[in-house]
């Protein structure tokens, strides 16, 4: 049960766990409520491979979106989903599939919604990206380290 006492406020998380805050914490920071309202909007991020169609793409995690309305108890339909593009990143094209849920039922449909877009990207053969960084050493820095590991360097003609 949440409390406001004379020198702290006490409230419970959905995890069960107890909070105690002073109230000097509570007067100088915001406090986000996140059971507030009916319902929230579940934001499944994806980073797809550069390589992918982006028309392909699109179209997957439009028909994701749509079957997690259609199967998930407690997505509603209205507002309906959105894909949004939100970034060209380092490694990957990044988006979000943005589906409602009722407040009660956030958790277990973003978690669903997940599993979902995974599955429908597989089955269309579109590559989730991971991080990828490519290294191009300095030529001379790469010979003096060949050098040092006691390997020739075979970038040398002959």
Do not use: C
């Amino acid at each position: 049960m949440d409390t406001i006492d004379l020198f702290t406020v006490t409230p419970d998380t959905p995890g069960n766990r107890r909070i105690l805050m002073p109230n000097s914490q509570v007067f100088n920071n915001t406090i986000e409520n996140i059971t507030h309202h009916p319902r929230r909007r579940a934001d499944v991020a994806v980073g797809v491979h550069y390589r992918a169609p982006a028309d392909a793409t699109r179209t997957a995690l439009e028909r994701a979106a749509a079957r997690v309305v259609e199967i998930v108890p407690g997505a509603p339909a209205d507002p309906p989903p959105r894909i949004v593009v939100v970034e060209m990143g380092a490694s990957s094209n990044n988006g979000q599939v943005r589906v409602w849920a009722r407040t009660p039922d956030f958790i277990e449909l973003r978690s669903r919604a997940k599993a979902i877009v995974k599955h429908v990207l597989d089955a269309e053969g579109l590559i989730i990206a991971f991080p990828r960084l490519d290294l191009h050493p300095d030529p001379a820095v790469e010979s003096a380290l060949r050098a040092l590991a006691g390997r020739p360097d075979d970038r040398k003609p002959t």
